[in-house]
T-cell receptor, first 114, second 114 residues
Framework: NAGVTQTPKFQVLKTGQSMTLQCAQD?????MYWYRQDPGMGLRLIYY???????DKGEVPNGYNVSRLNKREFSLRLESAAPSQTSVYFC?????????????FGEGSWLTVV | AQSVSQHNHHVILSEAASLELGCNYS??????LFWYVQYPGQHLQLLLK??????LVKGIKGFEAEFIKSKFSFNLRKPSVQWSDTAEYFC????????????FGTGTQLKVEL
């Protein structure tokens, strides 16, 4: 049972390059999320998708775009990477709907922008 | 918007010492509360959660947390820590009806010394 799978796990980009982080979940969850984790700042929500076909901005959406490709997949795109986007990115998913449901996280993607 | 405060950023304890990590949130409505743990180099794992009922919740690995509504707090406790508890601990809150988004605190880095 894979849960939430993210790729790539590590990536180094040059400033201005673009890239897409892929995320897939096999738990039939409705909701998916992208967070970034920075030292001393905890996890901050970038974008989320409450259900297939919908996406909404989170706390720190600038410089990112997302696509909810289907129920399983939710990708995060950096169109023109900046050093400030150096971070660890976590995808997560949850059933959505009724309160109390747990959100499950992927193993993280370490991104460095030089 | 809701926010979560974790006042202890770094905690160092000896094995067998008792642990209490503080978590306060700011939101006057109904919330779900979570504690996640992140072991070095790993993804976030759920320790425990509260959504209703008994305000004292027990989680994995001997952890427990108490929801005190009047104090807007959800402190994490463990009577006797082990070296293997060395990790970063995150408190998170979800506002019911708020798109199932989790808002995280900035985390507490716990180091347990032998």
């Amino acid at each position: 049972n894979a849960g939430v799978t993210q790729t790539p796990k590590f990536q180094v980009l040059k400033t201005g390059q673009s890239m897409t982080l892929q995320c897939a979940q096999d738990m039939n969850h409705n909701s998916m999320y992208w967070y970034r984790q920075d030292p001393g700042m905890g996890l901050r929500l970038i974008y989320y998708s409450a259900s297939e076909g919908t996406t909404d901005k989170g706390e720190v959406p600038n410089g990112y775009n997302v696509s909810r490709l289907n129920k399983r997949e939710f990708s995060l795109r950096l169109e023109s990477a900046a050093p400030s986007q150096t971070s660890v990115y976590f995808c997560a998913s949850g059933p959505g709907g009724t309160s109390g449901n747990t959100i499950y996280f992927g193993e993280g993607s370490w991104l460095t922008v030089v | 918007a809701q926010s979560v405060s974790q006042h202890n950023h770094h905690v160092i304890l000896s094995e067998a010492a008792s642990l209490e990590l503080g978590c306060n949130y700011s939101y006057g409505g109904t919330v779900n509360l979570f504690w996640y743990v992140q072991y070095p180099g790993q993804h976030l794992q759920l320790l425990l959660k509260y959504f209703s009922g008994d305000p004292l919740v027990k989680g994995i690995k001997g952890f427990e947390a108490e929801f005190i509504k009047s104090k807007f707090s959800f402190n994490l406790r463990k009577p006797s820590v082990q070296w293997s508890d060395t990790a970063e601990y995150f408190c998170a809150v979800r506002v019911t009806g708020g798109g199932n988004k989790l808002t995280f605190g900035t985390g507490t880095q716990l180091k347990v010394e032998l």
